[in-house]
Structure formats: structure tokens, C-alpha cells
């Protein structure tokens, strides 16, 4: 599989005070592709995720070292402006995070942050998006509904939409459709899957399953080592490390 490197990770190694999170990971993940990080709980998976976009900053005890580069930009560069580089990230977390305002507001509230006030430039990109997650033509006439009275699935995708209404150039889930109904996880799914064409997705997923519908390419992370990680039909199918077929075979858990 040839594939365009879009997040390149050199000797990465996270410390929790004196617990040793992530053990020199070294990876390639692939632009245009969906990854999916598998493996054990506690194994360093939302680690892993949340060092992709500088939410791990040293602080209370947390050491990071090691290089993340984005699009060739180390983000762990001292130099580096945070927000910029998470402007480059869309994330949806377990649970949906909206926020404590309408449907509309929480998808302009990025581009407003960014300098966006044209008010029909506002309203085009809100739809659009919404649009994007499959949302708009459940909400339409509700725009400036309080963001909370959604289903969890519509929250998600409202998350989803206001993610990308900030430009990303990737899409971080943890765990995105846990919270969710299976029809809704299915809409999320299915999201994920259009929207590779445009963005690189990079998923932590516990469900085997859901690995297997939605990956290109898989990272199994074990006790915060990077076990192995490939083409998704070759790791899934044909797994050349004894623990990640120990893991697929449900031999650990």
C-alpha cells in the first residue's frame, strides 16, 4: 500500500508524572485515509490521539518528547502558535460536546473566532456544513434552537459540523460513536467514510467491528508500545505479530 504521509510521529514518548504513557512511537499515518488506533483500554490510544493536536501540554506533571510533524511542521516546536495547530484539527470526543447556545451559534462560533462577521457569508457557511454532516435538513427550521434539545446522534453531527466549519485539515475521533445509538453511529460512520476525500481521519476505536467498516489503516498500540500497524486488510486479516492476534482473537483484552 503506497500511501502519502499526511502525520509523520518520530520517538514520541508521553510521561504521566512517572507513568510511561506512550514508548518511542514511531509512525506514519496516511493523508486522505481513515486510521483507526486499536487496542486494550489503557493501552495509550486517547494518548496517542491527544498528542496529535498539542492537548497534551507539560503541565501537572505530563512530559512529552519526541517529534509530531504536521504537514512537516514539528507541533511540538517550542516556536509553535497552539492555536494554529489546532486550528488544524476537528475533534469529536466519546461524549458530544455542544455548546450552551443555538444550533447556529455553535457552528459560527468558530469562523466568528477566526474574523468572520459578514452575516450572510455566516449563514452560508453554517448551512453548508450542517449540510456536510448530514444535518441540515433535520434542523432547519430550528436553527436557533438551544443546541442542547438535539438527540445525542444530532449532537454528535452538530460536533462534527462545527469542527469543520473552522477549515481542519484533520478529523480526530475518540471513540466518536460510543455514546450513540447503532443507527446514529451508523449516520456518523458513514460520515467519516465521504469525508476521507477531503481530510485525513484519524479514529480510537475499542469495536473490532467498526475497525473493519471504516479503516484503511490500522496502529495496535499494547502497554504503550506500538505493536503493529499497516493496511487494514493485512493487520485485520493477517496479523504478523503474535499479540495482535492475540488481541483479535480476544485472547487479551
Known sequence: MQFQSHISIKDLNVYYGSQH????????????NITAIIGPSGCGKTTLLKSLNRLLEPLDGVKVTGKVCVGGENIYDPK???????????LLSQKPQVLPMSIFDNVAFGPRIHGMKNKRKL???VEHYLQVASLW???KDRLHYPASRLSVGQQ????????????????????????????????VERRLIELKSEYTVVVVTHILR??????????FLYLGELVECGPAEEVLSNPK?????????????
Open 21 to 32: 504513557a506512550l514508548k518511542n512511537i514511531t509512525l506514519e499515518i496516511p493523508d486522505k
Open 137 to 139: 435538513e433535520e434542523v
Open 241 to 253: 505479530n503474535q499479540r495482535t492476534k492475540a488481541y483479535l482473537t480476544g485472547e487479551i483484552s
Open 80 to 90: 509553535v502558535e497552539v492555536t494554529h495547530v489546532r486550528k488544524k484539527m476537528g
Open 156 to 187: 454528535q453531527r452538530l460536533c462534527l459540523a462545527r469542527g469543520l466549519a473552522v477549515g481542519p485539515e484533520i478529523i480526530l475521533g475518540d471513540e466518536p460513536t460510543s455514546a450513540l445509538d447503532p443507527q446514529s453511529s451508523q449516520n
Open 123 to 125: 449563514s452560508q457557511t
Open 210 to 219: 467498526q475497525a473493519k467498516r471504516i479503516a484503511d489503516y490500522i496502529v
